[in-house]
């Protein structure tokens, strides 16, 4: 589903990332630590969330834009599971602690991609395309 210019704007840039409360309120944080592990699922590393991990909690659903949506218009739609042991969460502490020794991750967060909608200004803006 992710093609290989996807992860690698997924890795190489901020990621706005989206999530909403129970009750519909939305909110959106940038985010470095997220790189793609295969072709369907997105690892984030989570350090400093609050809101963002009380709407997982309540709702799975994510949504994420790239910073560079100039140059990689996609908007891609997911569920995310969280995990605060095991291997994904090893998998985050030892990335994120490479990156900044201080850092320490509170959860590991894996979200599975469903749905990749263009942005890209246009008649295909909106348009399904995956
Ligand atoms: C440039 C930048 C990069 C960031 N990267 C991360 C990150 O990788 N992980 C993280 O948990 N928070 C990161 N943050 C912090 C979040 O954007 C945000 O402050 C945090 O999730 C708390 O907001 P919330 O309560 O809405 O979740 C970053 C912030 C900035 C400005």
Redesign the pocket.
């Known amino acids: 589903m992710l093609t290989d210019e996807m992860k690698e704007a997924i890795e190489k840039n ?1 990621v706005f990332v989206a999530t909403a409360s129970s009750d519909g309120t939305p ?1 959106v ?6 790189r793609p592990i295969d072709n369907k699922r997105i690892l ?10 009380n709407n997982l909690e309540e709702n799975p659903r994510v949504s994420l834009i790239v910073q560079n949506a100039k140059e990689h218009p996609y908007q891609f739609k997911g569920t995310a599971k969280v995990f605060k042991s095991g291997k994904f969460f090893e998998e985050a502490v030892e990335w994120a602690q490479n990156v900044m020794s201080e850092v320490e991750p509170k959860s590991a967060i894996l979200v599975t991609i469903e749905e990749i909608y263009s942005v890209k200004p246009g008649p295909d803006a909106g348009k399904r395309i995956k």
Not at 29 to 34: A, K, L, N, Q
Not at 45 to 53: E, I, P, Q, S
Request: proline residues 6%.
């Open positions: 901020l909110n944080v940038p985010i470095g630590f997220t984030i590393v989570d350090v400093f969330m609050k809101k963002t991990l």
